[in-house]
């Protein structure tokens, strides 16, 4: 959540819910409301409704398989790509996919990160 979304929506987002509603019961909407607003407030526009029914009240999850292609003789990359598709969706009722956020690094001999490319 904090990945997809971003620190500062949800820190906002926890900050007024928490405030508005101390010591009161509550339901998911008025969580997914103060996140939107939050959002709102930091410029942002995420349709907190559609990840909620995503995420939070649909079962299954998603396999991750990535595709790509080298150049053998300087190993760079020439095409790379992220292909998702529903796992074991014949089982699991109302398994969809879901807007995914990932870091890819690229790594020296070392092991240490030269770059990072969010996708």
Do not use: H
Not at 15 to 22: G, Q, V
Not at 41 to 58: A, M, P, V
Request: proline share 1%; net charge negative; aromatic share 12%.
């Amino acid at each position: 959540m904090v990945f997809f979304l971003g620190r500062n929506v949800l820190e906002e987002g926890l900050k007024t819910y928490f405030s508005k509603y101390k010591f009161k019961n509550t339901e998911l909407s008025e969580f997914i409301e103060e996140l939107s607003d939050a959002s709102k407030r930091l410029g942002l526009q995420i349709n907190f409704k559609e990840w909620s029914d995503s995420w939070l009240t649909t079962a299954g999850c998603a396999q991750i398989e990535l595709k790509y292609e080298r150049d053998e003789e300087t190993g760079n990359f020439t095409s790379f790509t992220l292909v998702q598709t529903p796992y074991n969706l014949a089982n699991t009722k109302g398994n969809r996919l879901r807007v995914q956020a990932f870091n890819i690094a690229a790594l020296d001999e070392n092991m240490k990160i030269i770059d990072t490319v969010r996708v």
